[in-house]
């Protein structure tokens, strides 16, 4: 299995390349600058300056790929829609790191996190950017995708415990720590479980 890390050097993208690599598995870093991670294998190229040939020979690529300038979250659908079109019609898996904006709350699936009255305004226009980004890429029966969602409370400095627990579409829990959220993504990688599915990764 060969797998790509697309913003290799990001927070999550960088814990997620270095996670594939302790695990001996091929992994090459994607990366617009000199390569910060463990990989020993490098493309250096904008993600928008992505070919289908430079994607042919991975079998899974992980889109670690943010955006947090509020001027341009347009990016979020745009950079999706771009990789979606290269792995088109192929049997190339693409695992994008999502929100949690948009997990449901309760049972009912009534309201999603990003609606309930105390979610934090200055998140919001990033949450909605996201959330747009999941109902677009569930119209996509050409790609085989999986968008992953972290608890709520997206930890940096999380612990690794190394356990984690999963959800499909609903809070189940209050945090998880980029460790944790990158043993997901690369068990996810590696097992292929949830194809054409969404689902959300907590520690507590």
Known sequence: MKIAVIAA???????ITNEAVNR??????????????????????????????DLAS??????????????KLDQHSKSLTFLSDLVSNTEQRLLIIGG????FVDETHTMKLVEAPDFPEIYKNTALAQSKTLEEIKQ?????????????DFQFEGERTGTYKTSDDEVI???????????????EAVEGNHIQKRFAVFSK
Do not use: C
């Not at 991975?58 to 001027?71: K, S």
């Not at 996509?140 to 709520?152: G, N, Q, Y």
């Open 9 to 15: 050097n990001g927070k999550a993208g960088k814990l």
């Open 24 to 53: 001996g598995l091929d992994v090459t870093a994607i990366v617009r600058s000199e390569n910060k991670t463990k990989a020993d294998k490098v493309i250096q190229k904008d993600l928008f300056d992505l070919t289908k040939a």
């Open 58 to 71: 991975f079998d899974v690529i992980i889109d670690a790929f943010g955006q947090p300038d509020q001027e």
């Open 100 to 103: 949690a904006g948009s997990l």
């Open 140 to 152: 996509r029966d050409d790609v085989l995708w999986t968008f992953i969602s972290p608890a709520p």
């Open 173 to 187: 829990g209050t945090s998880v720590s980029y460790a944790d959220y990158a043993i997901a993504m690369v068990d």
